[in-house]
């Protein structure tokens, strides 16, 4: 293979996984986005848990405060019943007492509901502070393995960047120019695979003279639609062993 050609092929290894782990870098903050958003959700389910417990310990009071009110009330008029002197007043307070009794006796109902229901906002908040553990560690986890492949990432850009430094100064100035000006309007692709007849990045046809000279790899030859440097891999084709059966005598 040409010399400059096998160096701009390795150049354009070296320049792709420069461009990945650089844009792996630059998708840190965003993982760390979502790291954080993870967190949220499941810190949102403690809070909800622990919200609507305060507010059904809340109702809880302001109903035991209504009890007493309609206790006290209930102890007046039982004290009131002691002393009426006709039956009308006696009549009147015992239904006094009626209705004092049965406001309590809704009232305890509707602790007893919140009672239920503060033991299942209960167990829905072990849930969700379990959650929210398991999760923390999840995103601890990740973020070590996080930092972890950014320091990889970091170191590779500086191995690639000695590499490269070296690669350069092997390729000669007119195949480097090319490689870099088509890098430069390609997108950090100058390199091009010609396989079948065809460039495998533009997908156009190449004529069969241009072909045939790419699969020689004996000189730096551009795709004529898209201008990148072509070069072909031979693919190997495995040998077939076939018996002869001989003839019975």
Known sequence: MNADLERVIALQK???????????????????KAFEA????????????????????????AIE??????????????????AVKTNQEYHAIQ???????????????????????????GALLKRAEAALATEQKAVDADRRTMAAELTDLRASLARIAGERAELVRLI?????????????RRHGVAVAEAR???C????????????NTVRRNQEIVQCESCQRIL???????????????????
């Open 172 to 184: 000669t100035p007119q195949a480097l120019d090319i490689f870099e000006l088509i890098s430069r």
């Open 14 to 32: 070296l320049d792709s996984d420069r461009h990945e782990a650089e844009r792996r870098l630059a998708d840190a903050p965003e993982r760390e």
């Open 95 to 121: 239904k006094e007492i009626g209705f004092a009794q049965s406001e309590i006796k809704a009232l305890e109902d509707k602790i007893l509901e919140l009672m239920l229901e503060a033991d299942e906002v």
């Open 231 to 249: 070069y072909f891999v031979a693919t190997t084709v495995p040998a077939t062993s076939t018996s002869v059966s001989q003839p019975t005598q």
């Open 38 to 61: 993870r967190l949220e959700t499941a810190k949102s389910g403690v809070a909800l848990a622990k919200t609507r417990l305060a507010d059904n310990q809340n109702a809880r009071r």
């Open 196 to 198: 079948d007849g065809i």
């Open 200 to 211: 495998t990045i533009c997908h156009v046809r190449l004529r069969p003279q241009v072909f």
């Open 65 to 82: 405060k209504d009890v007493a009110v309609h206790q006290g009330r209930l102890s007046k008029f039982r004290e009131q019943a002691m």
